[in-house]
């Protein structure tokens, strides 16, 4: 929980640390304290190596973040590719949690921009590194 400062006040930050000890929590925090519940714009992407673990960040994410008025939406490979551009075309969303091959995807499509970015967040940026971010 060290690190939900340094991200809140705009720091670069690394952090390390066995499984268990909460380091999804210190993002997720973070990720709802930096984001502008009035502002409709993708303000935090948050990549993850595995669908699985992208799913159950924007689970945590909407679960803590629900009665702040935060649309998360989880932009993984296995999904239909239609309903993620339809999502995002609608707008409103301002949290993005996915995993690098559809959230890629997305971008060169020109559906996902980052231009409203304030957060973006590695999970499991060693695994995803040894992938070579091919999820």
Not at 51 to 59: C, D, G, N, P, T
Not at 74 to 80: E, K, Q
Request: glycine share 12%; net charge neutral.
């Amino acid at each position: 929980m060290k690190g939900i400062l340094p991200i809140i006040q705009g720091n670069d930050t690394i952090a390390q640390a066995q499984s268990g000890t909460g380091k999804t929590g210190a993002f997720t925090i973070s990720t709802l304290q930096v984001i502008d519940p009035a502002s409709s714009n993708i303000q935090a992407l948050i990549l993850s190596p595995t669908r699985e673990l992208s799913l159950q960040i924007a689970f945590v994410i909407h679960s803590i973040g629900e009665f702040q008025g935060i649309n998360i939406h989880a932009c993984v490979g296995g999904t239909v590719v239609r309903e993620d551009i339809k999502k995002l075309k609608q707008g409103g969303i301002q949290v993005i949690v996915g995993t690098p091959g559809r959230v890629h995807d997305m971008m060169k499509k020109g559906i996902f921009k980052t231009d409203y970015l304030r957060l973006f967040v590695l999970d499991e940026a060693d695994e995803m590194l040894d992938k070579g971010f091919k999820a």
